[in-house]
Nanobody
Framework: QVQLVESGGGLVQPGGSLRLSCAASGRTFSSYVMGWFRQAGGKEREFVSGINPSGGYIDYADSVKGRFTISRDNFANTVYLQMNSLKPEDTAVYYC??????????????????WGQGTQVTVSS
């Protein structure tokens, strides 16, 4: 069992930055693929970024490439999402998620086994 708790959301102006954190419980964090998803009002939850257990393989949605950076600290049981050059369309609830190791990083919500409660990110002037 893995419990995930996100933090770091808030209100930021367009062009600003935020860093989200996701703290995981359990001694097996380092064996899980970690992902970030987001869900805007009235829309489906969508993949933002994912990172494999070692941190050596990373994937991003096209909409955030070059602006967002995912990283993980397996000693601290934490995964991060650094978000730069934020746009109003990045406004959403951001969720951290985990799935057991597979051949690739999951891109669909159904592939993930554990979810956090979400943290709100609002980009507005």
């Amino acid at each position: 069992q893995v419990q995930l708790v996100e933090s770091g959301g808030g209100l930021v102006q367009p062009g600003g930055s935020l860093r989200l954190s996701c703290a995981a419980s359990g001694r097996t964090f380092s064996s899980y693929v970690m992902g970030w998803f987001r869900q805007a009002g009235g829309k489906e939850r969508e993949f933002v970024s994912g990172i494999n257990p070692s941190g050596g393989y990373i994937d991003y949605a096209d909409s955030v490439k070059g602006r967002f950076t995912i990283s993980r600290d397996n000693f601290a049981n934490t995964v991060y999402l650094q978000m730069n050059s934020l746009k109003p369309e990045d406004t959403a609830v951001y969720y951290c998620a985990a799935h057991r190791p597979r051949l690739r990083i999951g891109l669909q919500t159904r592939e993930y086994d554990y979810w956090g409660q979400g943290t709100q990110v609002t980009v507005s002037s």
